[in-house]
């Protein structure tokens, strides 16, 4: 009967842990993937004199569909309130393309990418989780 117990603790404790490195996998890709996008933005802002143009608006849209898809998964995962600022970075950026305020979208790309550096470094998998 002990063995029993002993198994299903096991158990409880390896789906526990399946599901944390599911959830840092998910979180992981999907910050990536942001900063993935902002470093193509910066790009093509260097390509270009300005920002009111095609290529530039496509990939703003593109990040920002791909963190609403993003932020809906995640937010299953990490509290909303911690990721936030991210769509409102993403916000401002259509923004500075209506003002063509090439500083202010530089300065919110680069925000961007510090929130997804620092959110990588403290979500995801650990024992605090499993426990």
């Given at each position: 009967?002990?063995?029993?117990?002993?198994?299903?603790?096991?158990l409880i404790v390896a789906l526990l842990i399946?599901?944390?490195?599911?959830?840092?996998?998910?979180?992981?890709?999907?910050?990536?993937?942001?900063?993935?996008?902002?470093?193509?933005?910066?790009?093509i802002i260097d390509r270009n004199d300005n920002?009111?143009?095609?290529?530039?608006?496509?990939?703003?849209?593109?990040?920002?569909?791909?963190?609403?898809?993003?932020?809906?998964?995640?937010?299953?995962?990490?509290?909303?309130?911690?990721?936030q600022e991210i769509g409102q970075e993403i916000?401002?950026?259509?923004?500075?393309?209506?003002?063509?305020?090439?500083?202010?979208?530089?300065?919110?790309?680069?925000?961007?990418?510090?929130?997804?550096?620092?959110?990588?470094?403290?979500?995801?998998?650990?024992?605090?989780?499993?426990?």
């Amino acid at each position: 009967m002990k063995l029993f117990h002993y198994i299903n603790f096991i158990l409880i404790v390896a789906l526990l842990i399946v599901i944390c490195v599911a959830e840092d996998l998910v979180v992981s890709n999907s910050l990536k993937q942001i900063q993935s996008y902002c470093y193509e933005i910066e790009e093509i802002i260097d390509r270009n004199d300005n920002l009111k143009n095609m290529e530039t608006v496509l990939a703003v849209d593109n990040l920002e569909y791909d963190w609403t898809e993003s932020e809906g998964n995640m937010c299953y995962m990490v509290n909303h309130k911690n990721i936030q600022e991210i769509g409102q970075e993403i916000a401002k950026l259509k923004l500075y393309i209506a003002s063509d305020d090439i500083d202010a979208f530089k300065v919110s790309i680069e925000q961007i990418k510090f929130y997804c550096h620092s959110y990588l470094h403290f979500m995801g998998a650990n024992w605090h989780n499993v426990l």
